[in-house]
């Protein structure tokens, strides 16, 4: 049986879908296995993985990743995606957004190192619009590019979006009822063709909506019309995500988190005590900016609460052992 390098391009819970990176077999997918909990993939990840049989494979080792983005509570983690270069934050007007939702997404980008884009959908509806805006103020004081649209009414917010997604491998993220499923087959517009045969082989039949799937980004025309389609040299790809209700962030130290928080960085070091929680001790200047304007207080109340749960997981861990 041969052995080949692949691109793991689904998976739910640990059954997984790859494909070949070799360009004469490019488009053949395999069914892959991983050996116990060893190489546990996620989607995005470069396998080397020997053939057991038709379109069957095991994993046998897992590339270095650029980056993994990913969840976790005290007891467990979820990999959402790796190896990618940017993840879009969708969002709409109606039904309201979660702030604490979308402040746990961009602080997993930040540790992970993934530029963070938030796209704001369903922008033609006037009467939810200023409310929206309002609370994506602080984000693009600190500099996250935010993408108005309407997925449904507006192609050419669709087109504008695209033009950032180009020669880049991008994972949606969001939770359910906010357009993310329209605006990835506005993207990609055999997504649902892609979406049939990946569940087909997985054999998830009606779990297609938790698993995680990459999808390529369609060739433009005159610009990506016979480039090489290996991992690195194609038009671009998205990689969807489940819709989720939360999302945990456990597995990050106290002091991960204070440089997630982009606002933070000037001013770490410079509270009286080193230990400070930015609640209410005397001579924290993180406050000090909320008196003035300059941080949003929501932010450092997500800053505590995330605190909160890194400690109580440690606790938990330590028990455990």
Partial sequence: MKSFKALLVASYGRHYLARSIDQADASRLYQVTSRGKQHLGAVGDI???????????????????????????????????????????????????????????????????????IILNKCDLPTKLPAARKMLEPYIAMGYPVHEMSVKHDPRSVEALAQHLYGKVSVLVGQSGMGKS????????????????????????KHTTTACRYYDLPAREGVDRGVNRGVNSFAGALIDSPGFQEFGLAHLSESE?????????????????????????????????????????????????????????????????
Avoid: M
Avoid at 182 to 205: F, W
Avoid at 270 to 290: L, M, T
């Fill in 47 to 117: 396998l080397e993985v020997n053939e057991t049989g038709p379109e069957q494979a095991v994993i046998e080792s897992i590339s270095p990743r650029k980056n993994l983005l990913y969840r976790s509570d005290a007891y467990k983690s979820k990999s959402i995606a790796s190896n990618v270069d940017q993840i879009l934050i969708v969002l709409a007007t109606e039904p309201g957004f979660s702030p604490d939702l979308l402040g746990r997404a961009v602080i997993a980008a930040e540790t992970a190192g993934i530029t963070a884009r």
């Fill in 182 to 205: 329209s605006l990835l087959n506005a993207l990609i517009p055999d997504a649902v063709a892609q979406t049939q045969e990946h569940s087909k082989k997985l054999d998830s039949g």
């Fill in 257 to 321: 988190l204070q440089h997630a928080f982009v606002e933070f960085r000037p001013l770490l070091g410079q509270c009286k005590f080193h230990n400070c929680s930015h609640g209410e001790e005397p001579g924290c200047v993180v406050q000090e900016a909320v008196a003035q304007g300059t941080i949003s207080a929501q932010r450092v109340e997500l800053f505590r609460q995330l605190r909160h749960e890194s400690h109580n997981a440690d606790a938990i861990q330590a028990r455990l052992k």
